[in-house]
């Protein structure tokens, strides 16, 4: 958003790749932390604070959510995006590497996803109000495997993480804003 955004900040275990990245952007103040979510983090307040695809990976979740609270400004928005629970279990019945979850952060998984009322109930639990929750991934099983192949859990998620970094839309998306 040229013109729009003044600052932003990126946490991430990849903070030097990602800055070299987004060098090339037109925002004036650009930052990457490399930080552990799990671990105590201040890089200061935002109007704007965005998770994609990051919530479903942590078993504090709640922790996570009550952070992003912190960082936010009262009166600003929370843009959090996680696979919707139905969607996850539906494709996992023609591809059960999709139900495959973790008991410890290990990069994949460790819940399948979230329905709306869950979302709903960790955002109020930290003080948020609730805008928006929406399903924007329209995509059938059928679709998938033609766009993605048969060849397994790994490629497809790359070919979304690809279609995210370019631009692709997220499959769940909840909109809250701070009740600071």
Same mark, same amino acid.
């Given at each position: 958003l040229p013109g729009k955004v003044e600052?932003?900040?990126g946490i991430d275990l990849a903070a030097e790749r990602l800055a070299a990245r987004f060098s090339r952007t037109t925002v004036a103040d $650009? *930052?990457?932390h490399n930080i552990d979510l799990d671990t105590a983090w201040d890089v200061g307040s935002f109007d704007v604070v965005w998770c994609s695809a990051v919530i479903e990976h942590l078993l504090d979740d709640a922790g996570l959510l009550a952070k992003m609270s912190v960082a936010t400004r009262p009166g600003?928005?929370?843009?959090?995006?996680t696979p919707h629970r139905a969607f996850v279990e539906h494709v996992?019945?023609?591809m059960p590497e999709m139900l495959q979850i973790s008991t410890y952060q290990d990069g994949g998984h $460790? *819940?399948?996803?979230?329905?709306?009322?869950?979302?709903?109930?960790?955002?109020t639990a930290q003080g948020l109000e609730v805008r928006s929750i929406?399903?924007?991934c329209a995509q059938t099983v059928e679709q998938l495997r033609s766009r993605y192949g048969s060849s397994g859990m790994g490629r497809m998620l790359d070919n979304l993480r690809k279609s995210r970094a370019n631009g692709g839309r997220p499959d769940f998306v909840l909109d809250a804003a701070y009740q600071g």
């Open positions: 600052r932003y900040v $650009v *930052r990457f600003g928005t929370i843009l959090l995006t996992g019945r023609s $460790v *819940r399948l996803g979230y329905t709306a009322d869950e979302i709903r109930a960790l955002a929406g399903g924007v």
